[in-house]
């Protein structure tokens, strides 16, 4: 078996109109993506929902220069994707600071949302 | 990570939930006495000043306690409506005191309330502590100038959150819509929630930068208050937003002199406000102005202040543009001011914060040096034309044209103040350069006329 990684790409109009029927609706297709995965005898080995792309942050780490923080994602499109970590931290303090000490150019540093069966659909 | 609050903490077992409609029992419980009963004007009066002097004070505390920016908001604004409500009885003795203890039972009223409110933890804290921390406001600060928010969202969650304006109030303040301000404001409040921006003082090590940038947003506060966009040339509103920010931080990080150094550059410049314009309403530059018309005591303690920041080893951006507005305004008069120590000054903040408007002002305070060589200056300006930062920015063809005049190439000059009226934003500024430019030819062999900065 070989292991792939899937990028998720969506309109953020989602976030915007809310409710808690529609993020009940949300949960259930992933929950029916799982069994399909399971039942075509693959496994999903990890995964996450990210918080919307205006919550995130971006540090690009330059040589010969500090660490520069901005708001907002990693938006240029010279680079690719090459990589993923995900950070269990104390706040996004710490999380920056992990990222300056990341070995790569541009970290977007994206909060996970917390889809537990107690969460709250994201504000 | 913080624990999730419980059903009980020290707070909520310290104060029990009081009735918030019975004036009495908010009253009471406060440990305030209340003095004689007061006039309404008067009642009025005082709170507004507990709004400027204690908003900060109590919402901060109260977002230690709440961890949700919003519900605190909203417990701060109400303590202060019980205020109005409550003060004809009588004025606390200690009006903040009253206003943080009222604002955090209403809060604590509210958690139990809408017990989901524990779960969205947006700002991880210590636990509940005292009910006032001499930190508290120097955390909000921080968490509002923090460098994952646009510098944008920074400047108006500070005026929102530390200087305590309504949405409506920062909207003009900086002259953007409403529902612009608003998204602004909400956006940043999420994002602190959502990605868990903390509320907390930044470590040793980290401070210098997250100082500065806490800085630079009281200074951008004061930029936009002291030459204003559209008709009028100074907000007072937002410049004393400004200096009442720097005042406070000054009172939080007294052993900051970069802190200290801003508090002088303010009040230097606002030293010389009324100077600013004549009697006409027309903007009086640097060098015409009647220094007598300078506020003496605002001068002195500005003067003090930077002293004190340089004397304490600040030679940092603020200290150095502190150090600049000092020889201003020492000197008897325009043309005795020390350019040679004002160069000197540029070129050491050149070293550290090597930006394009540094370098002019550097050349603008060259092209001042008593037997300057014009050329040389005129040069430096060029050198700066291509710089992206400076593309709309008035004051390089406004210094250019004025050295172009001074060397005789009227026509070059003319030139360059149409491109300074065609950047300008303010009508003040237009009808001044749309003066000089028209009185090039009688004027152009005037020995000194003036650098864009400090007082623009």
């Known amino acids: 078996m070989a292991?792939?990684?899937?990028?998720?790409?969506?309109?953020?109009?989602?976030?915007?109109?809310?409710?808690?029927?529609e993020w009940q609706k949300a949960m259930e297709l992933h929950g029916a993506f799982a069994q399909a995965v399971e039942a075509a005898g693959a496994k999903i080995l990890g995964g996450e929902a990210l918080e919307r792309s205006t919550t995130a942050s971006t540090v690009k780490n330059r040589e010969g220069a500090e660490p520069l923080v901005t708001d907002g994602p990693f938006i240029e499109t010279k680079e690719a994707l090459g990589g993923f970590y995900i950070i269990e931290a104390r706040d996004l303090d710490q999380a920056l600071e992990l990222a300056k000490a990341c070995p790569s150019g541009n970290i977007e540093v994206r909060p996970v949302m917390d889809t537990s069966a107690d969460a709250q659909p994201p504000a | 990570?913080?624990?999730?609050?419980?059903?009980?903490?020290?707070?909520?077992?310290?104060?029990?939930?009081?009735?918030?409609?019975?004036?009495?029992?908010?009253?009471?419980?406060?440990?305030?006495?209340?003095?004689?009963?007061?006039?309404?004007?008067?009642?009025?009066?005082?709170?507004?000043?507990?709004?400027?002097?204690?908003?900060?004070?109590?919402?901060?505390?109260?977002?230690?306690?709440?961890?949700?920016?919003?519900?605190?908001?909203?417990?701060?604004?109400?303590?202060?409506?019980?205020?109005?409500?409550?003060?004809?009885?009588?004025?606390?003795?200690?009006?903040?005191?009253?206003?943080?203890?009222?604002?955090?039972?209403?809060?604590?009223?509210?958690?139990?309330?809408?017990?989901?409110?524990?779960?969205?933890?947006?700002?991880?804290?210590?636990?509940?502590?005292?009910?006032?921390?001499?930190?508290?406001?120097?955390?909000?600060?921080?968490?509002?100038?923090?460098?994952?928010?646009?510098?944008?969202?920074?400047?108006?969650?500070?005026?929102?959150?530390?200087?305590?304006?309504?949405t409506r109030e920062v909207a003009a303040g900086l002259l953007i819509s409403e529902p612009t301000a608003a998204a602004r404001i909400t956006r940043a409040k999420k994002k602190i929630a959502a990605a868990g921006i903390p509320y907390r003082i930044p470590a040793d090590e980290e401070l210098p930068a997250r100082l500065d940038a806490v800085l630079t947003v009281v200074h951008l506060v004061y930029t936009a208050g002291h030459v204003a966009a559209g008709q009028v040339l100074t907000r007072s509103d937002l410049t004393g937003r400004a200096v009442e920010l720097a005042k406070l931080l000054v009172r939080l990080m007294p052993k900051e002199p970069e802190a200290e150094a801003l508090l002088g550059l303010l009040l230097m410049t606002e030293a010389r406000g009324d100077a600013r314009l004549s009697e006409d309403g027309e903007l009086v530059l640097l060098a015409d102005q009647d220094r007598s018309k300078w506020d003496g005591k605002l001068l002195a303690e500005g003067v003090s202040r930077a002293t004190a920041a340089l004397n304490g080893g600040g030679l940092g951006r603020f200290a150095l543009q502190a150090a600049v507005a000092g020889l201003h305004v020492t000197a008897p008069s325009w043309e005795q001011t020390d350019w040679t120590q004002v160069v000197r000054m540029y070129d050491a903040m050149l070293i550290s914060w090597p930006t394009p408007i540094v370098a002019l002002n550097r050349a603008a305070a060259h092209s001042l040096v008593p037997g300057a060589n014009l050329e040389a200056a005129l040069a430096e300006l060029d050198a700066l034309s291509n710089e992206p930062a400076l593309k709309s920015y008035a004051y390089l063809p406004a210094t250019r044209a004025d050295v172009l005049a001074r060397l005789g190439r009227v026509q070059e000059a003319a030139e360059a103040y149409d491109a300074a009226i065609t950047l300008t934003a303010n009508e003040t500024e237009r009808r001044f350069l749309t003066r000089r430019r028209s009185s090039l030819a009688e004027h152009s062999a005037r020995p000194a006329q003036q650098s864009p900065i400090p007082d623009r």
């Open chain 1, 3 to 21: 292991q792939y990684m899937f990028l998720l790409y969506d309109s953020e109009e989602w976030f915007d109109n809310l409710n808690a029927e």
């Open chain 2, 1 to 166: 990570m913080v624990g999730r609050p419980g059903a009980s903490t020290p707070d909520a077992s310290a104060h029990p939930p009081a009735p918030p409609a019975a004036p009495r029992a908010v009253a009471d419980p406060t440990g305030y006495p209340p003095a004689a009963a007061r006039s309404a004007v008067e009642v009025a009066r005082e709170v507004e000043r507990a709004h400027r002097e204690s908003w900060s004070t109590v919402l901060a505390s109260v977002v230690r306690l709440t961890r949700d920016l919003d519900l605190a908001e909203d417990c701060t604004q109400d303590a202060f409506v019980q205020a109005l409500r409550t003060w004809p009885d009588g004025i606390p003795s200690n009006p903040g005191g009253w206003l943080t203890t009222v604002a955090r039972r209403l809060a604590l009223d509210r958690l139990r309330r809408e017990t989901n409110l524990w779960r969205k933890l947006p700002l991880l804290i210590e636990a509940p502590g005292d009910v006032e921390q001499p930190t508290d406001p120097l955390r909000l600060v921080f968490t509002c100038c923090h460098p994952a928010l646009a510098r944008e969202a920074q400047v108006a969650l500070t005026l929102r959150l530390i200087c305590g304006l309504t």
